[in-house]
């Protein structure tokens, strides 16, 4: 409802003519990303067509061989970051090896405008799923299970009916997926009004914590160090215009995956907080309903983001289902 409502305010503010009064200069005295660095950040260059390589920030942890081990990729949600699983590393870490990065242009990774790329750029729905696998194959991942949070669930599903040869399984924690945002012909929404518009609404959102705060079902449990990480995209020169960008592609760039659940063949399993006020219970029923064979785990006092909120209540959820999928690397590789 808040993005809605942000949406349709913006819209009206198009049409009255007013975002030509935006500003399209960068906000002033920000870092480089690798000045934002923590101890356990690691950039890798991938590369994209249309531009000369997108640098991605990532953490990393866990063990890439022996019994059972698996790749596990983690997907945070939209305005977030990587460090969304800091909580989680080690439990995942346990299974096998697991990376958390940024999606561009989200946390330290690159904040890229329109005049670094050629093309339909690095913002699309299409783009965000090339970026996956092309990270998986610069840090040699062959396969992996993805974990992801809201619309990092949403990107999990694209990837998963995309390549499923590279999917070993599905861990979905209150997917964005039923849930619609309003969108625009595109006709429209490339009107210069809605391109500037766009970066006012990324200031608005990008620095404010009224998403995170809306995210929990008790904002008493976010922490300081919480909102300082969950905001450090805000300190890296050029955040504003790239995430203007992003939301001007997203004017017309709608989720449709809700089409194709039933074409997903991959052991799953959804993860819902019960007080969960952006994705509701009844969606990931939903979703349960629709993938064959997948699993629902309700955590109860948790919000939409338990991988921060209840970190132990979906460590207990998860070392009950990964305990079952043994099988993930011997059974993908016997077929």
């Not at 809605?194 to 976010?222: E, K, N, Q, V």
């Not at 063949?265 to 029923?285: C, H, K, M, N, Q």
Request: some cysteine; glycine content about 8%.
């Amino acid at each position: 409802m808040l993005i809605f409502i942000a949406v349709v305010l913006a819209i009206f503010l198009a049409l009255a003519g007013l975002p030509m009064l935006i500003s399209t200069t960068p906000l002033p005295g920000l870092a480089a990303p690798h000045e934002l660095a923590t101890p356990d950040s690691h950039f890798v260059t991938i590369p994209f067509e249309g531009t000369d390589g997108i640098e991605l920030h990532y953490l990393a942890g866990g063990r890439e061989d022996g019994p059972g081990a698996s790749n596990f990729l983690l997907l945070h949600g939209f305005t977030f970051n990587a460090f969304t699983w800091n909580d989680l590393l080690e439990a995942f870490g346990e299974h096998g090896r697991v990376v958390a990065y940024d999606q561009p242009p989200y946390g330290l990774s690159a904040k890229l405008v329109p005049s670094d790329w050629r093309g339909a750029g690095p913002y699309t729905r299409e783009a965000a799923v090339v970026q996956l696998f092309a990270l998986m194959d610069a840090l040699a991942m062959e396969r992996a299970v993805l974990v992801g949070n809201s619309a990092g669930g949403s990107l999990a599903l694209e990837a998963a009916l995309a390549r499923p040869d590279r999917i070993e399984g599905l861990i979905l924690l209150d997917p964005w997926v039923y849930v619609r945002r309003p969108t625009l012909p595109r006709a429209l929404a490339s009107q210069p009004q809605f391109a500037r518009l766009s970066i006012w609404l990324a200031r608005a959102l990008g620095r404010s914590d009224a998403l995170l705060r809306r995210s929990y079902a008790d904002p008493a449990r976010i922490t300081p160090e919480r909102r300082r990480l969950s905001g450090i995209h805000a300190q890296v020169h050029n955040w504003d215009l790239a995430w203007g960008a992003l939301l001007h592609r997203s004017l017309t760039d709608a989720v449709a995956v809700s089409a194709r659940l039933d074409e997903i063949a991959r052991p799953t399993l959804v993860l819902s907080g019960a007080e969960d006020r952006l994705v509701p219970l009844s969606d990931s029923e939903r979703v349960v309903a629709s993938i064959p064979g997948a699993s629902l785990a309700v955590l109860p006092g948790c919000g939409h983001m338990p991988q921060e909120e209840c970190p132990a209540l979906v460590r207990e959820a998860l070392s009950a289902w990964l305990s079952d999928q043994k099988f993930l690397r011997e059974g993908l590789d016997s077929r």
